[in-house]
């Protein structure tokens, strides 16, 4: 059984190495194969089934890769995580052939009935991945690692689409935190991203730095009417193009849900009037005068005015006691003098 099953599995390699079908390029199914050529098959097969079998077991592992290219269910290649699952299916029925014990013409019905089941799952997984995984980003540039079945071959293969991703606008109230999040769902399927980096965007178009790292929110606490304006987030990448470019207009509002206005920008310079013309809140100086001006007098308030009647009225009322009291010790004077 010993060049039966080496010329089996030269088959197997053969109709796979030029075909390059995707199931081969996973090394635990090479491994497979050689623990099923020295320890299985030689006491499994029988000689006089040798030629047939290997013909057919040629043909159908070369059906792997003979799956029609189409954009929406096989590109020729496959991602890693995709190649796994396909793999790992493969060796699940092989074990449960070679746990079974079958030989002879059984053994022969049961490894080509699973080549068939496995080529479907093969085309199931193959049209998953391009409809859920192939460049799954709507916006900006990922990149995958993808192996071709053609060839085994491993590339990155960047999926551009348009960088910008938009703008969104952030509402926050006065003294509560903002949180700008620049995280996309494909960004942990992308490969070769770099940092993240938050700017502030002026109104003359400039930028400044506020972060850059590998977290992809930034937080500003208890924010002030002075923190509302655009934003701006960019994640990088290795091939020095951005991944994602995120913009934000970010609003601050008061408790009761009023937007809070940006502090005015004052000045009390003559040179700095044509600020109003640009359209910024600054307050005109008023013209100096050269003739004397005669001085302002200020009416009384109301206040100090009761104040200084009821002085008035308590000063004349004690007046009028002190005035009877005198009255009225020169009565009883007189009264007594008569009475001598």
């Known amino acids: 059984m010993g060049p039966l099953l080496h010329l089996l599995v030269a088959a197997l390699a053969g109709c796979l190495l030029p075909a390059r079908g995707c199931v ?23 000689a006089d089934a040798r ?25 020729g290649a496959v991602d890693e995580p995709t190649l796994q699952k396909v793999a790992w299916s493969f060796l699940k029925d092989l074990k449960r052939i070679t746990d079974s014990g079958v030989k002879d013409e059984l053994f022969v019905k049961e490894i080509f009935w699973m080549l068939h089941l496995q080529k479907e799952v093969f085309a199931r997984h193959a049209a998953q991945f391009v409809k859920e995984a192939f460049c799954p980003n709507k916006c900006g540039m990922m990149l995958q690692t993808l192996i071709w079945c053609e060839g085994c071959d491993k590339q990155v293969h960047p999926c551009r689409k348009s960088k910008d991703c938009g703008e969104r606008t952030v509402k926050v109230y006065k003294m509560e935190d903002m949180i700008l999040d620049c995280e996309l769902n494909w960004h942990h399927l992308s ?3 770099t940092e993240y980096r938050f ?26 009417p002075e923190d509302a304006g655009k934003y701006r987030c960019e994640l990088g990448t290795v091939i020095s193009n951005p991944a994602t470019i995120i913009s934000y207009q970010v609003t601050v509002l008061s408790k009761n849900g009023e937007e809070e206005k940006p502090p005015a920008t004052t000045t009390s310079s003559e040179d700095d009037l044509s600020g109003d013309i640009l359209g910024e809140n600054v307050l005109p100086v008023p013209p100096k005068s050269t ?27 004690f007046a009028v006691v002190i005035a009877g009291i005198a009255g009225g010790i020169f009565y009883l004077q007189y009264r007594k003098a008569r009475s001598s």
């Not at 972060?211 to 002030?224: A, F, H, R």
């Not at 004397?292 to 004349?316: C, D, N, S, W, Y």
Request: charged share 25%; net charge negative.
């Open 291 to 317: 003739t004397p001006q005669e001085p302002l007098t200020h009416p009384a308030k109301p206040e100090k005015v009761l104040q200084g009647r009821l002085l008035g009225m308590a000063i004349g009322s």
């Open 24 to 46: 081969i390029c996973d090394q635990s199914v090479l491994a497979a194969l050689k623990s099923l050529e020295t320890e299985y098959l030689p006491s499994h097969l029988s």
């Open 199 to 224: 700017f502030r965007v002026w109104e003359n178009s400039s930028e400044t730095l506020l972060y850059k790292g590998k977290e992809p929110t930034l937080t500003k606490t208890m924010v002030g």
């Open 51 to 75: 030629q047939n079998v290997m013909k057919r077991v040629e043909d159908a592992l070369r059906d792997f890769k003979e799956l029609p290219l189409d954009e929406d269910s096989y590109m």
């Open 191 to 193: 490969e070769g991203l």
